[in-house]
């Protein structure tokens, strides 16, 4: 338990402390929560069983909907319990293994979103050399070096908060354990460790976020000197992938790259990239995507015959 002696627990505050609100947060993430788990599978197992999308974009895409399904599980779940629950308790160890797979699951994200646009870089600037470039040892290769540097990145997450002592006050204002709110209550300075969090988190984000933007910018020059019709189809995919990644990127540049301060709007931000984003992602890629639909109408049509 590092240098943690006193606190054994932590009281999460949720969203609200209205019993009335409470019931209406039970009733709506439940819902949320339902449609994260109905989307994502239906992209998982269209994709897996589907010989018609076999191409290194579905292959990421299909582990995108793997990490937002994930990803979501390691908040909503608890969220809807403590939503209709009296005591709102989570163990310091529980609310350490909720940070590592927070963090584990959302950098993952991060790069399968990266991993993504370089795909989609390739497939438009590089058509001629597509295959060669994105081959599927490459695509196994880069998808194991984002698990792996998931790994460090969240173990360097739990490595540190294990150094923060906590002796006194033991209640998080939010509806699930992160580093921001823990910093909070530890008893010591830290300065020093929210300095390396930020710059941890922070040059993940804006890092990440730079190349994506850098990457569909030199997609959408490239669409220029396509036929219309190659140009609409490609734009249509990459805005999908510009949506997602504002979607997610621009909470979570705001959460994690500034000092340890806390806004009204801290939760709400928190509720639309935990949340929000799992349940946005597989609308926006079924509903732009014909090959997907296509696929999945084929698939489940065949499996109702």
Request: hydrophobic fraction near 50%; include cysteine.
């Amino acid at each position: 338990m590092g240098f943690n002696n006193s606190v054994t627990e932590f009281i999460l505050f949720g969203l609200t402390q209205d019993i009335e609100k409470e019931k209406i947060v039970f009733v709506v993430f439940f819902l949320f929560y339902f449609a994260i788990l109905l989307f994502n599978s239906l992209i998982i197992i269209t994709i897996r069983c589907s010989r018609m999308l076999g191409c290194p974009m579905y292959f990421f895409l299909f582990y995108l909907s793997f990490a937002d399904t994930c990803f979501a599980t390691t908040t909503a779940p608890r969220l809807i319990i403590d939503a209709i629950s009296q005591k709102k308790v989570i163990s310091y160890n529980e609310c350490m293994t909720q940070i590592f797979a927070f963090h584990f699951f959302g950098c993952i994200e991060v790069f399968v979103l990266v991993l993504m646009s370089f795909d989609r870089y390739v497939a438009i600037c590089k058509p001629l050399r597509y295959t060669t470039i994105m081959s599927q040892h490459v695509c196994g290769v880069l998808l194991k070096l984002a698990w792996v540097g998931s790994c460090i990145h969240s173990s360097a997450q739990v490595f540190l908060v294990l150094k923060l002592p906590f002796c006194g006050p033991n209640v998080i204002d939010n509806y699930f354990c992160d580093m921001q709110p823990l910093l909070k209550l530890a008893c010591m300075d830290t300065y020093v460790i929210n300095l390396l969090l930020v710059s941890n988190n922070g040059t993940i984000c804006m890092v990440s976020f730079i190349l994506l933007m850098i990457s569909y910018v030199l997609i959408l020059y490239s669409l220029s000197h396509k036929n219309a019709e190659g140009r609409k189809k490609a734009f249509s995919t990459c805005t999908s992938h510009i949506i997602v990644i504002i979607l997610f990127f621009v909470p979570c540049i705001f959460t994690y790259t500034r000092p340890l301060v806390t806004f009204p709007v801290d939760k709400l931000v928190a509720v639309f990239y935990t949340i929000g984003t799992p349940l946005l992602n597989p609308l926006i890629y079924t509903l732009r995507n014909a090959d997907i639909k296509k696929a999945m109408k084929k698939l489940w049509c065949n499996q109702m015959s």
